[in-house]
């Protein structure tokens, strides 16, 4: 569930219709993830699917789930209905820390690796983990978290060159390998995560073996 958690901190949101009726939703492109998060939460909804507008959009597969009881539990981790800015690390013990970044990080996280000092002669292959947030406060804590583990010397900045209204939490390569074990040395067979980013990880530390 923590990595469920995760998730919803990234691609969640709460709901609130005209007559009362509270929801919290996911709403992803990838529907074999959803639809494991789904089997994880035991729920029985139908997932709903919109379809692209635009040549360059994806289809958006999404869970919605109606009640308020679960409504307030995630208003009380601090999952509010504009929690776009005021996103809050929730109180999550530190044996299932690690479960709930890896949510995060397969909703709003990215990881990156390729050469540089392409015109030396000598290129180095590097690797990057990172985590986007327009909430500031949301990735200050994360990365003070990360540090009790020994993932430190994360950098905050904010978008791209100074620009836009988001942040971003940014790992080098030292702490971005230990964050690929951080976030998946501890896998059970039923534990989600996103093969696609998992393998990034994995063909870095193949090809510097």
């Known amino acids: ?18 007559r ?10 990838d529907k074999e993830l959803l639809e494991s998060i789904k089997k994880v939460i035991s729920a029985e909804h139908k997932i709903s699917v919109r379809l692209p507008k635009k040549a360059n959009e994806s289809i958006i597969y999404r869970l919605q789930i109606g009640s308020i009881e679960m409504c307030n ?21 530190e044996k299932y820390f690690s479960a709930f970044v890896r949510g995060y990080f ?8 390729g050469t540089i000092h392409k015109s030396r002669k000598t290129r180095t292959l590097v690797i990057q983990t990172v985590f986007t947030s327009c909430s500031v406060e949301f990735l200050e804590k994360m ?21 836009g209204n988001y942040y971003r939490l940014v790992y080098s390569v030292l702490n971005t390998l230990k964050l690929y074990y951080f976030m998946y040395n501890r ?15 994995e063909k870095y530390i193949k090809l510097r073996l």
């Open 106 to 113: 397969d909703g709003d996280g990215n990881v990156w690796s």
């Open 143 to 163: 990365k003070e978290r990360l540090h009790v583990f020994n993932i430190e010397r994360g950098v905050v900045r904010r978008g791209k060159q100074g620009k």
């Open 20 to 29: 009362g009726g509270q929801f919290w939703c996911i709403q992803i492109t």
């Open 1 to 18: 569930m923590a990595y469920v958690l995760g998730f919803f901190a990234a691609d969640g949101y709460i709901t609130v219709n005209k």
């Open 73 to 93: 539990d995630l208003r009380e981790l601090g999952f509010s209905e504009r929690k776009t800015k005021s996103l809050a690390i929730p109180n999550v013990p």
């Open 187 to 201: 896998l059970g067979t039923s534990d989600l995560f996103l093969q696609r980013k998992k393998d990034v990880f």
